[in-house]
């Protein structure tokens, strides 16, 4: 049986447009910001829109470093960049080093343990690319301790130079919030380390980072988030240009009168005659059940000839429930589409709709929309 047609919107009920043009137009607009060369981070499937597309378009455009997190993402990216330095932010798992080497990798090594196994491998007469060295300055998950690290540069450890790092770099923990006092400290703390090890180039800036006040950019900036259309700079006008727009199909329209409920478990009733359609899409396609809107609380929208279409009841494993009371006349057909993202439903207010965060929605996109892609 031959799969589905991954264009065909008819096949699948919803539909994902994905506009490499405008990933590639913000990666440019990042890089110019810093004033250096701005790597793409593209873990998460390149955070939902396909690593492939995602590093062709951008290894095309000019882009030479990528992050991903896993061994297996670095593999799939590897295959569309040939030329390109792949480094693995998830660091160093024991027993994986060949791996590293087969497709020429290079591990974020947070830990002294990973140094030292990374160095032994190296001494074996592997051929390796140079790795990272992830020193932690706040986020207390992975990387060595500042101190520690502080001590290695200082001393001039054997064990940097046997492990043959390539890139020196920290992960802020507040950069999207401009006013925390913890970026200061972190960009205190980093460039202490950086002076210390001079000959190594450095990598601080991520997405929000960019936009941070006194921040250095180093040899290397980390964009991520931004870069697929997310706003590095919450509570001011998004920079980015919108990377992905999600539409689904209206399946069935039907009018309810007054204290009808609605969804599963009838969380949801009916103040008055409504209309409300059914649209292809759920839970199942990556948008949070935590969209639902019932008669406490609020939730997500949909978009229908420019109108905000609330949802209604629960949000179903393939179906959402939407009131298209309000929508203009005729819009809201049988075959007629609604926008999920796209518009005034940007990542944000969708994030904010379905109590979560963009990053979610994006890195949840499902696979069985009928995915579209400008600029391929």
């Known amino acids: 049986m031959m799969p589905a047609d ?47 597309p995602a590093v062709t378009a951008l290894a095309r455009a000019g882009c030479r470093t990528f992050f991903v997190a896993h061994v297996s993402e670095g593999i799939r990216a590897r295959k569309v960049a040939p030329e390109a330095t792949i480094y693995v932010l998830n660091g160093l798992l024991p027993g994986s080093c060949d791996r590293y080497a087969e497709h020429a990798l290079s591990p974020v090594l947070g830990s002294h343990e990973e140094l030292l196994e990374w160095a032994s491998f190296r001494q074996t007469g592997a051929k390796v ?154 839970y199942a396609d990556g948008y949070p059940r935590n969209g639902s809107w019932t008669d406490t609380t609020t939730g997500g929208a949909a978009l229908l000839d420019g109108a905000l279409c609330p949802f209604v009841g629960t949000v179903s494993m393939d179906l959402i429930i939407i009131d298209v009371t309000e929508a203009p006349a005729g819009a809201a057909q049988r075959g007629a589409h609604v926008t999920l993202i796209g518009g005034q439903l940007d990542l944000e207010a969708v994030g904010a709709g379905a109590k979560t965060i963009g990053y979610e929605i994006l890195t949840n996109l499902g696979r069985r929309y009928a995915r579209r892609y400008l600029g391929l």
């Open 6 to 52: 991954p264009l065909d919107p008819v096949a699948h009920g919803a539909t994902l447009t994905i506009d490499l043009d405008a990933l590639v137009a913000n990666w440019r607009l990042l890089g110019e910001r810093a004033g250096t060369e701005a790597s793409a981070v593209v873990k998460a499937d390149a955070y939902g829109i396909g690593i492939e």
């Open 129 to 282: 690319r140079p790795a990272a060295l992830h020193v932690d300055t706040a986020m207390n998950r992975l990387g060595l301790w500042a101190g520690e690290g502080l001590n290695l540069a200082r001393e001039r450890s054997g064990v940097i130079a046997a492990a043959d790092i390539g890139l020196l770099m920290s992960h802020f923990a507040s950069s999207e919030d401009e006013t925390d006092p913890a970026n200061a400290r972190q960009i205190a703390a980093f460039a202490e380390i950086a002076a210390a090890l001079p000959e190594i180039p450095a990598s601080l800036k991520n997405s929000s980072g960019h936009f941070l006040k006194d921040c250095p950019s180093y040899q290397l900036t980390r964009p991520g988030y931004a870069l697929y259309g997310g706003n590095p700079t919450p509570g001011k006008p998004n920079p980015m240009r919108p990377v992905v727009g999600l539409e689904a199909t209206i399946i069935q329209v039907r009018e309810v009168e007054a204290g009808t409920h609605v969804g599963y478990n009838g969380r949801w009733t009916a103040k008055g005659k409504r209309r409300l359609a059914t649209i292809c899409l759920g």
